[in-house]
């Protein structure tokens, strides 16, 4: 979208160097390119294909909703008290990508289900049929990933029937890409980082023909809009523990980032429903603190990390981005409060805390919010020398887990004994 955007100034400015006539117009403005109203459709999406969901994925008796839990966490050291926003634990994909995964996976259906004339009129089962199936056969989404996105996006395209074709970066995990095989999908595999094999995907997909479609991590709405609908989740898990969040009691919640649409989607959708009372930090590796990069630079051109001489190397694959998402930025970038970078003995360490003290199965990525708490608030402590305001004191704080439960546990057991570096 930010990329056309380039284009169709380049081609107007070509129109006008040809003495053709051409027309300027003003660019939608960032706050407009998601809406509350947008999240809202986006919720209501979700809900709509609930029963679909349940009967492709019957397995566990799982109930078709995208939901997860927001668990207490036994409180430890000088740590204050925790809530987890359980995302690791996600229905069917165990990630935070079954949120924007599934939610643009179901544009897709929509999109190509109203191209293929497959009748969708209320009863949406019908997209489940023999034929709504042998025409999905014939459309391939195709997307690049680290790993957890290509899983998801592959999961739900093969079980609609739908091609997959994932392009992974040198971070991708092996079992991650042998379930994507067992699926049927086709992995590609890149000995590149993620940005390069988001180009080479790009490209990829343009040397189809209509029937492929390119999943933009780097500047998808449907991605982040099925982000934001977790706002509305956590506000009514607040309020049923009778949370009230104001400005006494704000709400600190700490997200792990990659590119940035998974904590941007959370974030606009917090700061839509609390305001500034939703304080959203962004936790990064240090080796890819995108982010960090992008807004303490020009967040309107994110540099690549290697420009700061960060290397990208980082044992949290889901996390290991050189480039923030310059959709993110446009939309979220002037709301995200603040972005703790953390190095990968710490998000070890907290994997492995996690598991001992309560007993959650978190990839590296995911236990990035538990490292960023105590930098953060040792940080508003020397901000402000004479003590924090009371505020900083009463705050809720949420850690969001990202991914995890699906971890093999060969993979998981070596993280409990690895070494870093
Ligand atoms: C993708 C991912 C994130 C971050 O999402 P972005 O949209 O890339 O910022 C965080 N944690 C895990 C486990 C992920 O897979």
Request: proline content about 5%.
């Amino acid at each position: 979208m930010i990329a056309s955007l380039e284009v169709a100034k380049e081609s107007a400015i070509a129109a006008l160097r040809r003495g053709d006539s051409a027309v300027w117009r003003r660019p939608t403005p960032a706050r407009d390119l998601i809406t509350l109203a947008d999240v809202d459709e986006a919720r209501a999406r979700f809900q709509r294909f609930e029963p679909i969901l349940r009967q492709l994925f019957p397995q566990a008796g799982w109930d078709g909703r995208v939901r997860s839990q927001l668990l207490d966490y036994p409180q430890t050291g000088d740590m204050p008290a925790l809530l987890v926003k359980a995302d690791h634990d996600l229905p069917v994909t165990g990630s935070i990508k079954a949120r924007g995964g599934v939610h643009e996976l179901l544009c897709q259906v929509e999109r190509i289900a109203l191209a293929e004339g497959i009748a969708q009129e209320g009863d949406l089962t019908v997209l489940l049929g023999a034929e709504a199936r042998s025409r999905f056969a014939r459309h391939t989404l195709i997307v690049a990933s680290t790993g957890n996105l290509g899983f998801s996006i592959g999961l739900l395209a093969r079980a609609f029937g739908l091609g997959a074709e994932i392009h992974m970066s040198r971070d991708a995990k092996a079992w991650k890409k042998e379930r994507l095989r067992a699926l049927g999908a086709r992995v590609v595999e890149h000995e590149c980082d993620f940005s390069e094999a988001v180009e080479r995907a790009r490209v990829a997909a343009s040397m189809k023909g209509p029937e492929a479609y390119f999943v933009d991590d780097e500047s998808s709405r449907e991605l982040m809009l099925g982000y934001a609908v977790a706002a509305y989740e956590l506000a009514e898990q607040l309020a049923a523990r009778d949370i009230v969040i104001n400005a006494e009691r704000p709400l600190f919640v700490y997200l792990p980032c990659g590119v940035g649409g998974a904590p941007g989607g959370v974030t606009f959708g917090l700061k839509q429903l609390f305001g500034r009372n939703a304080v959203c930090v962004f936790v990064e590796p240090t080796a890819s603190a995108s982010m960090f990069a992008a807004l303490s630079q020009d967040p309107a051109h994110p540099v690549h990390v290697a420009e700061l001489g960060l290397d990208n190397r980082t044992i949290a694959d889901g996390l290991a981005v050189p480039r923030a998402s310059p959709l993110a930025l446009a939309v979220v970038g002037r709301m995200i409060d603040a972005v703790v970078a953390v190095n990968d003995e710490a998000l070890l360490d907290k994997v492995r805390s996690a598991w001992r003290t309560a007993g959650l199965r978190l990839e590296p990525a995911a236990a990035a919010g538990f490292a960023a708490v105590t930098p953060w608030l040792r940080h508003l402590q020397q901000a402000a020398p004479a003590g924090p305001p009371s505020a900083w004191r009463n705050a809720v704080h949420v850690v969001w887990t990202t991914g995890g439960s699906l971890l093999p546990d060969h993979e998981f057991d070596a993280l409990l004994v690895e070494k870093t570096g």
